[in-house]
């Protein structure tokens, strides 16, 4: 998989940021977003972390539509819904013996900071299932949105790191 996004990198449709303790975050680029370029890859490049071995780290949320937008529709069968939260997205997972926190673009930012202090209390639980990505909405004071929310940390969803499956399994 790091090949298609390296793919997508060299043809300038993603963005590529490696941070010094070897992750490497592929975000698509604005283009894909405003000319709606999308692929199967590129929907998967919301934020993919990789470490230096090339294996996914990290595996937030693929892109995903609004109801009608590139004819997305309500999914048949069974699904997970939640409530949207008004914050910014941040994944964690425990990989290589540590807490990885990230946004959609980056693992070092201010912002990736600001998840890791919500996050970080959890890190026990994470650390007890390594192969799941934690996805969240993280709602602080420092960063204000037009719809107001309680501060805190919003658990979204969990998605396996090699398969993508999301999994409510662990949630419950």
């Known amino acids: 998989m790091i090949e298609e996004m390296e793919d997508l990198v060299s043809r300038k449709l993603a963005i590529k940021k490696t941070d010094g303790n070897g992750y490497t975050t592929y975000k698509y680029h604005n283009k894909v977003f405003y000319n709606n370029l999308w692929n199967p890859a590129l929907m998967e490049c919301r934020g993919i972390v990789f470490d230096s071995n090339g294996e996914i780290a990290q595996r937030p949320f693929k892109k995903i539509f609004n109801l009608r937008e590139n004819g997305a529709d309500v999914p048949e069968?069974?699904?997970?819904?939640?409530?949207?939260?008004?914050?910014?997205?941040?994944?964690?997972?425990?990989?290589?013996?540590?807490?990885?926190?990230?946004?959609?673009?980056?693992?070092?930012?201010?912002?990736?900071?600001?998840?890791?202090?919500?996050?970080?209390?959890?890190?026990?639980?994470?650390k007890c299932f390594p192969v799941y990505t934690f996805i969240f909405e993280i709602v602080d004071p420092s960063d204000p949105h037009i719809v107001e929310e309680t501060p805190g940390v919003y658990l979204l969803g969990v998605r396996h790191k090699q398969t993508g499956v999301l999994n409510d399994v662990i949630l419950t």
């Open 77 to 126: 069968g069974e699904f997970i819904a939640v409530r949207k939260v008004n914050g910014f997205m941040a994944a964690a997972t425990w990989h290589s013996g540590s807490l990885l926190v990230s946004t959609t673009g980056t693992t070092t930012s201010d912002y990736a900071e600001l998840a890791r202090s919500w996050i970080e209390p959890y890190s026990d639980y994470i």
